[in-house]
């Protein structure tokens, strides 16, 4: 039977991206790996969540990617609040063309350029 292992992405600076996505998430660099990947983030003690691999890349970020992160938050003000934080740690706000006429998430870019979403979950 398969599980889900963990999700990787790909970046220019690995431990820059690595600094930034443990504070992000709060999540804690594996000793040793895990998997077969060197630069692994996991939940701390074991808590719920979905491992995060960094891996060096040599392609730039896609500009419309058909994958990507969604970080969930119980409301509009966490949303704001959560994304005012990413910002000071270094991600930006991306100016997207798709949003729809009352979006429930926020496009932003990690340092590498990797866009991900922060959803507000209580949102109409």
């Known amino acids: 039977m398969l599980t889900l292992g963990v999700v990787v992405l790909g970046a220019d600076d690995v431990p820059r991206a690595v600094g930034f996505w443990r504070q992000v998430l709060g999540y804690e660099l594996v000793e040793g790996g895990f998997g077969g990947w060197a630069n692994v983030l996991a939940p701390p003690a074991g808590g719920p969540g979905a491992r995060l691999a960094l891996q060096r890349s040599e392609t730039p970020p896609q500009p419309r990617p058909r994958l990507h992160l969604d970080l969930h938050v119980a409301d509009a003000a966490e949303q704001t609040a959560e994304v005012r934080r990413l910002v000071g740690l270094g ?14 998430f926020v496009v932003l870019a ?6 991900f979403c922060v959803v507000d979950l209580g949102h109409g």
């Open 91 to 104: 991600a930006r706000q991306v100016a997207w063309d798709g949003y729809p006429a009352d979006p429930d």
């Open 110 to 115: 990690d340092p590498e350029d990797n866009l």
